[in-house]
């Protein structure tokens, strides 16, 4: 907590999106070891549809996503 304390917002925000960028390859990584077929715009989807919902994934995106699995 320490270390946090002395970095200037700029840094904090910096650091902060960097680890956004990191959980969101993580888990893009993991929805490719799950749908080894699907191409990056699958991927894309159904990251989006993680973080959305399902009813709000179909509100925006309607009914995008392959027939193949479910997210």
């Given at each position: 907590m320490d270390l946090i304390r002395h970095m200037s917002p700029e840094e904090?925000?910096?650091r902060c999106m960097e680890l956004s960028?990191?959980?969101r390859l993580v888990a893009e990584a993991g929805l490719r070891e799950a749908?080894?077929?699907a191409d990056d715009r699958e991927i894309?989807?159904?990251a989006?549809?993680?973080k959305l919902g399902r009813e709000l994934?179909?509100?925006?995106?309607?009914?995008a996503l392959p027939a193949h699995?479910?997210?």
């Open positions: 904090r925000l910096r960028e990191a959980v749908y080894p077929q894309f989807l159904r989006a549809c993680q994934f179909r509100e925006v995106y309607g009914d699995g479910t997210a």
